[in-house]
T-cell receptor, first 114, second 112 residues
Framework: DSGVTQTPKHLITATGQRVTLRCSPRSGDLSVYWYQQSLDQGLQFLIQYYNGEERAKGNILERFSAQQFPDLHSELNLSSLELGDSALYFC?????????????FGPGTRLTVT | GENVEQHPSTLSVQEGDSAVIKCTYSDSASNYFPWYKQELGKRPQLIIDIRSNVGEKKDQRIAVTLNKTAKHFSLHITETQPEDSAVYFCAARSTGANNLFFGTGTRLTVIP
């Protein structure tokens, strides 16, 4: 167990809908990263937050947004969902902003868009 | 940005043999190289990492080597066991950057 928690574990929804994925980092970690992993694909970095502020942005669609709250948990919002958004969504946390922080992954949320 | 390539995409070895997975990176400023193991449907788990001021690091049956000049790093697993079967990802991070850039993964199968 990495100490990173994610809810829900599974989510099934229809095209055009909006969902929110939640992540709680390890105790004491200030950074949260979101990754998307499509079937048999690698991990694509979406976005990073550090202590409530957006720190880095990757291949995140405009339909997606995220935020980190004062208690350091983070939410990833996916809207106008398309079939191609079906994937595993992982968050990871680290203790530092970047350079020296190892990233530990949560168990993931499996999103299925029908 | 950083580009990480990983080979092979699949690898089958007999139990007890060694397995080697290789990655190359493009950004000479990259200075941190972790390896993750992902079992089917589970989260990636950090198994070993190396920083650019070190050429080799070993942890029991797992070792990682780094060649900064050639910009490549490798994962070595010795005395493989069936429980080593998983997808392995390499990654790289540049100085001053925050996110990791991942390779496309290697599916390792250890045949009993």
């Amino acid at each position: 167990d990495s100490g990173v928690t994610q809810t829900p574990k599974h989510l099934i929804t229809a095209t055009g809908q909006r969902v929110t994925l939640r992540c709680s980092p390890r105790s004491g970690d200030l950074s949260v990263y979101w990754y998307q992993q499509s079937l048999d694909q690698g991990l694509q970095f979406l976005i990073q937050y550090y202590n409530g502020e957006e720190r880095a942005k990757g291949n995140i669609l405009e339909r997606f947004s995220a935020q980190q709250f004062p208690d350091l948990h983070s939410e990833l919002n996916l809207s106008s969902l398309e079939l191609g958004d079906s994937a595993l969504y992982f968050c990871a946390s680290s203790s530092l902003a970047g350079e020296r922080g190892e990233q530990y992954f949560g168990p993931g949320t499996r999103l299925t868009v029908t | 940005g950083e580009n990480v390539e990983q080979h092979p995409s699949t690898l089958s070895v007999q139990e007890g043999d060694s397995a080697v997975i290789k990655c190359t990176y493009s950004d000479s400023a990259s200075n941190y190289f972790p390896w993750y193991k992902q079992e089917l449907g589970k989260r990636p788990q950090l198994i070993i990492d190396i920083r650019s001021n070190v050429g080799e690091k070993k942890d029991q049956r797992i070792a990682v080597t780094l060649n900064k000049t050639a910009k490549h790093f490798s994962l070595h697993i010795t005395e493989t066991q069936p429980e080593d079967s998983a997808v392995y990802f390499c990654a790289a991070r540049s100085t001053g950057a925050n996110n990791l850039f991942f390779g496309t993964g290697t599916r390792l199968t250890v045949i009993p």
